[in-house]
Structure formats: structure tokens, C-alpha cells
């Protein structure tokens, strides 16, 4: 499905990677950006206590790994292959060093237009019902729904993108081929067929406690925008949402009774500036990328789809040419400077010395 301009040795560097260290390693990140993933890899063998597996034997691991997962039609993705999306590369130092995939869906391009549904694992009938409902309505209007997997608020979501034939993608905490919870095997199934499972986890990794908050920076960076549906005071969908927040992504909830304390963190997310939402259109007008651009106060203009599209392709902080982003949006590179005009009358991207960046704005 996905081509790539990743050699290689690097490739395999970046499976062994994700075998060897636990995601969100900002220092093993810095040497990848720095030095590549081959001498990462080298570092962390020499450091490692782990004295009963050679970088050898690593490196063997990585390649059955690989073999396997391509085996069973799934796929490793690295950043610089076409299915990467892009929006990941805003983690920087965190940002994955591979993600394994298995799914029919294009991951770059269903996560273009996708909205992340989050919340409550005990989900009450009402959260359970306002999740469903809410995703199939964001599936029927284009956009894919993007969630944990889990009980509750999540698994309800991925039916609702499912009831409806939408896009729906699984952030796992565990290898893509191992269920958690082992009662969602169907479902997984299901989401596979018209969407994506995904994990920084290699095959055959059960869940471990630590990767679920881990896991959620990657559903923050994936979407435009977090849903919060049942929330309890201490839940890890909160924790979502603050990486979302720290993305600039938009941040949104559900209210629930006021007396419940399944939202009782939905409500003070409400009261600390997230947006209230109560149905599909709310979510829609905060996150479309087809925005009404404001300038001084005064609504000026609306971005074209295709302007809306290389905007989604942009980076905040990591700048990339504009044949890069031509390619990245599979479109020619004269309508692509187009765009990127638009978007710099816009005042929402402009060109760096690295590149064209994203500008992060506060009003649309």
C-alpha cells in the first residue's frame, strides 16, 4: 500500500527500536533525529543491561519481525513513507520511531479528516449511547473516528464508525496482532476491514499498564480534535486531552448530568476552556479544516479543500519543501505552491529556512 524512500537498514533499525524501548523515549528520539536509527540502536545495545541479546540478534528479531507482520498484511511505517501522516512528526523528541499497522485503510489519509473519540471504560448507557451516536454521525459526514479500543466510551465509538461503513482507527497498547481486551477480537476484526489498528508495540506484545497513557499521546497527534465522553476526575482520557492541548489540537466534551461523576472531569475540562459540544456539527465546525479565516475580526475568506488538505500536511515545528508536500498530498507541485499561498495570505503557514511550516492560530 505504502511506498517509501526509507532504506532499508533504517527501517529495520526503527522495528528493532520499537522491540527494545518503551515508546515516548525522548532521549533515544533525539539520537534518531540526530544520528539516525542504525546508531540509536547501537547506543541503546551498549547501555542496555540486557546482556543475553546481541544488536545481532536484535537485528534478526526485527527482520522476522518484519517478515511476519508483511506476511500477515499488515505493515511497518516509518516516517518518510507515503502512509505516514505527518501530524505525528509534532511529538519531535517523542514522536514514534515506526508504527505497525494492519488494516485497509490508508493511515496518512483517513487521519486527515479524523476526530478522536475518548472517555469513560465503565461508560454509563448514556455515554455509551452519545459515543456511538456521535461517531456514526462524524462517519457519515466523512470523518473518521479515531479511539482506544477499549471498554466502554471507546468501544462504542468504533461501532458507531462502524454501523454507519466509516473510517475508524484503533490505537492499540499492545502488538496489532494481539487483542486487549481479548473480548474485542471481533471488533478489531471488524475496524480492520474498513479502518486501521495501530500500534508503536511489535508483534506478539501483550498491553502493558504504562503504555496506555503512552498510547494516547498518538491518538492526540493523530486527530484534529479530542472528544472527551464520560470522564471521571483521575481518567486517562483527560490525559488525552491535555496532549491534545499541548499540540494545539482542539479540545472538546460532552456534558453529562450534573451530578454524575462519570463526567465529573468532563466538567471541569468545560470550565478550564474546553469547547461544549453536543452533537456532530459542534465537533465539525471546531475541527473542519475548511475554515472561515479571520482577520481582524472579520470573516475573510474560506480555505479551498485542497488548501484545507496541504494545511493538514503542514508541521508546526518541522519545516518541509514544497515538493515534499506535493508528494506527501499527491497533487503537482505548481497547484501545491498555490495552495501554500492561500495559506500564507491566510496568515496560517509560512516559509521558513527549513521549510513551510504550520502557524498555529488562535482564531477561525
Known amino acids: 500500500m505504502s511506498e517509501s524512500r526509507v532504506g532499508g537498514d533504517e527501517r529495520v533499525a526503527r522495528a528493532a527500536l520499537s522491540r527494545v524501548c518503551e515508546p515516548a523515549d525522548a532521549a533515544v528520539g533525539r539520537l534518531v533525529a540526530q544520528e539516525g536509527a542504525r546508531v540509536a540502536l547501537e547506543h541503546v545495545d ?30 511497518f511505517i516509518v516516517p518518510g513513507d507515503d502512509e505516514w501522516p505527518t501530524q505525528l512528526d509534532d511529538l519531535d523528541d517523542e514522536a514514534p520511531f515506526g508504527i505497525w499497522l494492519k488494516g485497509d485503510a490508508d493511515l496518512r489519509l483517513v487521519a486527515l479528516r479524523s476526530v478522536a473519540i475518548v472517555g469513560a471504560r465503565a461508560a ?14 462524524l462517519a457519515d459526514r ?22 454507519v461503513d466509516g473510517y475508524t482507527v ?26 486501521v489498528l495501530l500500534s508503536e508495540a511489535p508483534p506478539g506484545e501483550v498491553a502493558r499498564r504504562w503504555r496506555f497513557l503512552d498510547r494516547n499521546r498518538l491518538i492526540a497527534a493523530l486527530t484534529r480534535g479530542t472528544v472527551v465522553i464520560e470522564a471521571a476526575h483521575r481518567s486517562g482520557a483527560l490525559s488525552t486531552a491535555r496532549r491534545a ?3 494545539g ?31 456532530a456539527d459542534d465537533v ?8 472561515v479565516v479571520i482577520d481582524q475580526g472579520v470573516a475573510i475568506e474560506r480555505l479551498s479543500q485542497s488548501a484545507s488538505e496541504v494545511l493538514a500536511a503542514l508541521n508546526t515545528r518541522k519545516g518541509q519543501s514544497s515538493d515534499h508536500i506535493a508528494f506527501r498530498c499527491s497533487r503537482l507541485v505548481p497547484d501545491t505552491l498555490a495552495d501554500l499561498a492561500e495559506l500564507e ?16 492560530r488562535s482564531e477561525t
Open 345 to 360: 495570505l491566510a496568515r496560517l503557514a509560512r516559509c521558513t529556512p527549513t521549510g513551510w511550516v504550520s502557524i498555529a
Open 46 to 75: 551498549r547501555v542496555s543491561r540486557r546482556r543475553n541479546c546481541s544488536l545481532a540478534e536484535l537485528l534478526d528479531r526485527a527482520h522476522q519481525d518484519l517478515t511476519g507482520i508483511n506476511a500477515s498484511g499488515g505493515r
Open 142 to 163: 466523512g470523518w473518521c473516528v479515531v479511539s482506544g479500543g477499549a471498554y466502554g466510551v471507546d468501544a462504542a465509538a468504533h461501532r458507531g464508525s462502524l454501523a
Open 170 to 195: 484503533v490505537v492499540l497498547a499492545s502488538g496489532v496482532d494481539v487483542a486487549y481486551p481479548a473480548s474485542h477480537e471481533g471488533l478489531f476484526a471488524r475496524c480492520a476491514e474498513s479502518g
Open 284 to 291: 465539525v465546525r471546531e475541527v473542519d479544516g475548511g475554515v
Open 249 to 279: 489540537r482542539q479540545i472538546m466534551g460532552v456534558p453529562g448530568p450534573v451530578n454524575s461523576i462519570a463526567s465529573a472531569g468532563v466538567h471541569r475540562l468545560i470550565r478550564d476552556g474546553a469547547t461544549l459540544v453536543t452533537c
Open 124 to 137: 454509563t448507557s448514556y455515554g455509551a449511547r452519545i459515543a456511538a451516536n456521535l461517531a456514526s454521525d
Open 245 to 247: 492541548a499541548d499540540l
